[in-house]
């Protein structure tokens, strides 16, 4: 298995622009998270699916953020719009069930300036 | 009070030397625990699960204390790879990371 794949890598973009990440969980693995990472805040579950369906979003910051699982083997992470506050490492995980080991992708750096 | 707290150190020891991290946890209904290492700049990965009567996988071992609500991890004969950040993951119904533990095993 080629493991959790995340697009894009790296993604710098200006401030107000609107930012997707991207994500394909594990085949077969029914929960999908999203985390952002900073230095500050260390990691942070933003929120996460099962089945497709959003089952706790409690961690979303605020309405610029949206998440979306059309299918079971896609996700999409949305900034709308971008600010600078929003720069952090972003990870996409899978499991599973709720308890189980979390595989995580390589994450996402983003910057914005 | 944080759902999963650590030490966020830094530790810094020397090659050989034995190092020990504690995590602790505030929902008592906790079922699962994990430890995930994550180096620089790269995702976590899992480094071993806990177990209630502790288990061990070759230098590292991790305990459980359900009493105190705390996990462990030992880490001995420490190497230069195994420097990196240790995070404690507690689970009931979803999965709370703590902030991380950094270590670095010096020459």
């Known amino acids: 298995d080629a493991g959790v794949i995340q697009s894009p890598r790296h993604e710098v973009t200006e401030m107000g622009q609107e930012v997707t990440l991207r994500c394909k969980p594990i085949s077969g693995h029914d929960y999908l998270f999203w985390y952002r990472q900073t230095m500050m805040r260390g990691l942070e579950l933003l929120i996460y699916?099962?089945?497709?369906?959003?089952?706790?979003d409690s961690g979303m910051p605020e309405d610029r953020f949206s998440a979306k699982m059309p299918n079971a083997s896609f996700s999409t992470l949305k900034i709308q719009p971008s600010e600078p506050r929003d720069s952090a490492v972003y990870f996409c995980a899978s499991s599973f069930t709720e308890a189980d080991t979390q595989y995580f992708g390589p994450g996402t750096r983003l910057t914005v300036l | 009070r944080k759902e999963v707290e650590q030490d966020p150190g830094p530790f810094n020891v020397p090659e050989g030397a034995t190092v020990a991290f504690n995590c602790t946890y505030s929902?008592?209904?906790?079922?699962?625990f994990f430890w995930y290492r994550q180096d620089c700049r790269k995702e976590p990965k899992l480094l071993m699960s806990?177990?209630?009567s502790g288990n061990e996988d070759g230098r590292f071992t991790a305990q459980l204390n359900r009493a105190s609500q705390y996990i462990s991890l030992l880490i001995r004969d420490s190497k230069l790879s195994d420097s990196a950040t240790y995070l404690c993951?507690?689970?009931?119904?979803?999965?709370?990371f703590g902030a991380g533990t950094r270590l670095t095993v010096k020459p």
């Open positions: 806990v177990y209630s």
């Open positions: 993951v507690v689970g009931h119904n979803d999965m709370r």
């Open positions: 929902n008592s209904a906790s079922q699962s």
């Open positions: 699916f099962n089945n497709n369906v959003p089952i706790d």
